[in-house]
């Protein structure tokens, strides 16, 4: 090639440049709950059909009680403790965790079962995968207020999320976001758009999981419209099944599982309480 052919490109390497600019900027951009285009570190990669975690939900009703006390006694599934007052205990079981008023804890990761309650305006996320090292499954489960993005989660979820990716085999990994409540007109406990704070909560997290795992999360199902009860979760960590408790909705209205990427597209025409 002489000199004056160097620095020019030929039609077809044009073409091959653009296409593969136009695919970069397709895997590092992503749609928030908030319906904004954000960029994401990697690009997300699906979840295999056998390692994606399965939801069971139930309506609390007066045969729940027995029917979780009966979950309870096979799978002894250790507590998160959420909203403890003795937070050295918090630290001796590994939780990471918050202060009062708006205490976030998160659970270690391990093989463990696990259980929270009292699941009111709080979001919560699990995560599975599967042990680099022994193959058994782990998990993370947490419990959160949507005020407590401003005391330490912000900090505290990325972290806890990073060990357990370095932990965990790739291509093992499911997420999945529940809880909440969500009312378009409504407040609750001081806050005047509960469905704001729902969906920058929801996107909070997605964007945590998304950075840190590189998968998309599933909300597998609608935020809570019954604030007169309070939604319950149990996890079994092994068969990576995840037991949800759930208040009776307003009119029977529900809203079956969707991507954490579609909330606010799939609640704009939701009933409101």
Not at 52 to 71: A, G, M, N, T
Request: net charge negative; aromatic share 8%.
């Amino acid at each position: 090639m002489d000199e004056g052919e160097k620095g020019k490109f030929s039609r077809r390497e044009l073409l091959f440049g653009a296409f593969a600019l136009a695919a970069t900027l397709r895997a590092d951009t992503y749609l928030t709950a908030r319906g904004e285009r954000a960029s994401a570190h990697e690009q997300i990669t699906e979840v295999p059909e056998a390692f994606r975690i399965k939801s069971r939900i139930r309506e609390i009703d007066e045969r729940y009680h027995e029917f979780e006390e009966q979950l309870r006694e096979r799978l002894r599934p250790e507590s998160l403790y959420w909203a403890a007052h003795n937070l050295e205990e918090l630290d001796r079981l590994g939780i990471r965790h918050g202060e009062l008023p708006a205490q976030y804890v998160i659970s270690p990761a391990s093989p463990a079962n696990k259980e929270s309650f009292d699941y009111a305006n709080c979001l919560g996320i699990v995560v599975i995968g599967q042990h680099r090292d022994t193959g058994e499954n782990i998990s993370v489960l947490s419990h959160h207020p949507p005020r407590s993005i401003h005391q330490g989660l912000s900090s505290a979820l990325p972290e806890a999320l990073r060990e357990f990716a370095a932990q965990v085999e790739p291509g093992t990994v499911d997420a999945v976001i529940f809880g909440g409540r969500y009312s378009r007109t409504g407040s609750y406990n001081g806050v005047e758009s509960i469905e704001e704070e729902y969906l920058a909560m929801v996107d909070f997290l997605r964007t945590n999981i998304v950075e840190n795992l590189h998968i998309e999360p599933n909300i597998p199902v609608g935020p809570n419209r019954n604030i007169e009860r309070l939604a319950r979760v149990i996890v079994d960590t092994q068969n990576r099944t995840i037991y949800l408790g759930r208040p009776p909705q307003p009119d029977g209205a529900d809203k079956e599982g969707f991507l954490a990427s579609e909330a606010r597209e799939q609640l704009s025409d939701w009933p409101d309480n």
